[in-house]
């Protein structure tokens, strides 16, 4: 079974806080991917990233980077946490081409 | 115009019901049609996965594509209440990333 972690359930941070969320796949995928999923908007790309050390904006990367040093491993950094990222948090992985992503359980950050 | 539209609802119905569910799009590009289901505090995990017009049944979930009128229904028969989930269309380019739909939320009562 491909399987996709993500470092935290929960995660409660405060305004100007540097976050990181990492997530890991176990099925050699070479597309990886971060999205934010808020009540009303659902799913928006922030980042992807289709190899090692490759990354693509998606339609809301402000306030955001990423990085993927391993193919296994892409981590979504907040440089500097504001109330507006208070969000559910969902990484995915896929093989190249149009195919199915696998999710993890996502990170519920809250920024107070 | 958005790319993709989907009702968000929420959509209630009592258990045994038909469910229709539906998606329509602009690009006429796209080759590729899928339906995640989403629980509540989980992520989203693929339900079906088409990519011709016509239907494609998989138990109680049929697909249907319409690619003319730019068309997607997922059908739930029999529905239950462990159908109780959000829905969420999606469309795949070829570089692998995914256009999703908004979602909508059902309801399965017992």
């Known amino acids: 079974d491909v399987k996709v972690t993500q470092s935290s359930r929960y995660l409660v941070k405060r305004t100007g806080e540097k976050v990181f969320l990492e997530c890991v796949q176990d099925m050699d995928h070479e597309n990886m991917f971060w999205y934010r999923q808020d009540p009303g908007l659902g799913l928006r790309l922030i980042y992807f990233s289709y190899d090692v050390k490759m990354k693509e904006k998606g339609d809301i990367p402000e306030g955001y980077s990423v990085s993927r040093e391993k193919k296994e491993r892409f981590s979504l950094i907040l440089e500097s946490a504001s109330t507006n990222q208070t969000s559910m948090y969902l990484c995915?992985?896929?093989?190249?081409?149009?195919?199915?992503?696998?999710f993890g359980p996502g990170t519920r950050l809250t920024v107070l | 115009q958005k790319e993709v539209e989907q009702d968000p609802g929420p959509l209630s119905v009592p258990e045994g019901a038909i469910v229709s569910l539906n998606c329509t799009y602009s690009?006429?590009?796209?080759?590729?049609f899928m339906w995640y289901r989403q629980y509540s505090r989980k992520g989203p995990e693929l339900l079906m996965y088409t990519y011709s017009s016509g239907n494609k049944e998989d138990g109680r979930f049929t697909a249907q594509v319409d690619k003319s009128s730019k068309y997607i229904s997922l059908f739930i028969r029999d529905s239950q209440p462990s159908d109780s989930a959000t829905y969420l269309c999606a469309f795949p380019n070829q570089g692998g990333k995914l256009i999703f739909g908004q979602g909508t939320e059902l309801s399965v009562k017992p």
């Open positions: 690009n006429s590009a796209f080759q590729y």
């Open positions: 995915a992985s896929s093989f190249r081409g149009p195919n199915e992503q696998f």
